[in-house]
């Protein structure tokens, strides 16, 4: 088992806010051999890591992420909603996250937010961070823009790539294999261990999201997933430990 991808979804964001250099930290303590983060880009072209394209749920500030200027950004409070313990946590730039783990073994699955808006040049500006770290054999790229994970394979075919999706994608491994994706990044209840046996028998690897109850956890290590995003990195790393 100890091959499995702990991947902490947007940190350990069920004891720190989600996407902060906090929950980070945290995810590292509690065993996480993964990171899961979403990144956008500013208004100034910066690479910020934050899961929704409005900025009311998490920060203190309101509006889109895209019409704010790194320096409004860094300006917001993005933990004291979670918690005031948290009240000076900030939203992260990618480079903040890339350094973090640079010396570790870590990998870092960077989710680009570009569903909704399509940052134009997101691609190449992640993947230029990504290189610049020399971290390109340490990260998983994924969207459920697959025109995207596309775009990053011809721009970058050493970095691996992840297709998110729901339920109900048949023989999902077929149509990574016809973009080039090397991970299936489905939504939990859409892997079957005969899907997971198909897809290893095409060189393909799921990583399912988001699984935060044990016993889902079990059903899917024994199904023969290579890894798994969750709120609960403490939860799946002693699970794993167990089974050593």
């Keep these: 088992m100890g091959n499995i991808i702990n991947f902490a979804h947007r940190g350990s964001s069920k004891i720190c806010p989600e996407n902060t250099m906090a929950a980070f930290r945290k995810a590292l303590e509690q065993g996480a051999t ?23 749920r998490i920060t203190s500030g309101t509006g889109w992420v895209k019409d704010h200027t790194l320096k409004e950004l ?7 909603k979670f918690d005031s313990a948290f009240q000076d946590e900030r939203i992260p730039l990618l480079d903040e996250l890339l350094e973090l783990v640079k010396d570790t073994e870590t990998i870092v699955n960077i989710e680009l937010k570009n ?11 992640v993947i230029d961070r990504v290189r610049a770290f ?12 697959h025109y995207s994970l596309v775009l990053c394979k011809k721009l970058a075919p050493e ?17 990574a294999k016809t973009i080039k994706a090397d991970a299936l990044h489905a939504y939990h209840y859409a892997v079957l261990p005969e899907f997971v046996q198909g897809a290893k028998t095409s060189g393909m690897v799921y990583h399912p999201f988001t699984v935060n109850d044990v016993k889902e956890m079990q ?14 990195p403490d939860r799946l790393a002693a699970l794993l430990a167990a089974k050593v």
């Design 74 to 80: 860094k300006n917001l409070d993005a933990g004291g």
């Design 34 to 56: 993964g990171i899961e983060t979403d990144v956008q880009l500013t208004k100034d072209g910066q690479l910020v890591l934050i899961h929704d394209e409005t900025l009311e």
């Design 219 to 232: 059903r899917l290590l024994q199904a023969g997933v290579n890894g798994i995003i969750t709120d609960y």
């Design 134 to 145: 020399n971290m390109s054999e340490r990260v998983v790229i994924s969207s459920f823009n």
């Design 159 to 175: 970095i691996r790539t992840g297709i998110l999706y729901m339920e109900g994608l048949y023989e999902p491994w077929e149509y």
């Design 115 to 125: 569903g909704v808006i399509l940052y134009e040049g997101l691609e190449q500006k």
